[in-house]
């Protein structure tokens, strides 16, 4: 019997209550959710992985999932997504179809992928929909065109992101234990801001 997994990798900092709402819906729409924190070599100063993975791990912890079936493998974990989708597929087996979710504002970066061509290949894509960065069928064709299947995630996430947390101390954006965690571990400069709700735009993404 072939399983339907999802891929969930995120090098959001910290992870929000947001990417909670994306894994509690995946759970409920694939046989498997396999989660992972990752370094983006596109961003410079982030909080150290070790502290992201335990984040995420303390996120899916608290995510109400009946199902319990979202797994977090750090050790997945890789910069270069083909390598991670590769390891994978060497732990599922062959009798695994694979679901790579992504935001919707990497629908244009992701071509510029490490072999993005030979990545398409071995898996489908799933476009979860980020205020401010709308869906443009062009770009979904052009994925298709390089040899996937992309659907667009019929939900909405809360509009609460990383970036509001670190800039404006946005408390909103994080579920408990996550914030418990950030305390503990005083991650965030931010952490005794009190943010002015009337004076910002919110908007959840993974950075």
Partial sequence: MTVNAALFGT????????????????SHNYDLVIAWASDNPLKSQQTPLEHRSQMLRLLIEET????????????????????????????????????????????????CWYQIEQLLKQVKLLVVPRP????????LEDLHQLGTQVAVAQLKAPSVSSTAYRDWGDTEAL?????????QQHLYSCQKAVPNRGERKKVWGNN
């Fill in 132 to 139: 401010g960065y709308a869906i443009e069928q062009a770009g």
């Fill in 64 to 111: 109400p999932v009946p199902r319990q079936n979202i797994s977090l493998r750090q050790n997945l974990s890789s910069p270069r997504t083909l390598e991670t989708v590769e390891a994978v597929r060497q732990q599922l087996g062959l009798q695994v179809d694979l679901t790579l979710v992504i935001g919707s504002d990497l629908v244009n970066q992701i071509q």
């Fill in 175 to 183: 579920t408990t234990a996550v914030k418990d965690y950030i305390h």
């Fill in 11 to 26: 090098s959001a900092d910290p992870p929000t209550a947001a990417h909670q709402a994306i894994l509690n819906w995946l």
